[in-house]
């Protein structure tokens, strides 16, 4: 996080309520941040995000040969009828 308010990049932020909203990250804690909109500057909890996106895509690139550790399948495989 702090890359991307050193950077001072747009980003999308994502509540677990579903609710998106963007800014610019100013400041972080152990508990919360601040995402700045043009004049407003909103605290947002960080047990209430779900997810936080740079807006131009800036973020890390990710490995190609990356592949999810958690032993998750495919969808096609959950539930349903066979």
Do not use: C, Y
């Amino acid at each position: 996080m702090r890359i991307l308010i050193d950077d001072k990049a747009a980003v999308k932020v994502f509540l677990v309520n579903g609710i998106g909203l963007s800014g610019q990250l100013t400041a972080f804690d152990q508990f919360a941040v601040l995402l700045e909109s043009g004049p407003a500057v909103q605290l947002v909890f960080k047990h209430a995000i779900s997810t936080v996106l740079p807006v131009n895509g800036s973020g890390p690139a990710r490995d190609p040969t990356w592949v999810p550790v958690t032993g998750d399948r495919s969808n096609h495989t959950r539930g349903g009828v066979r």
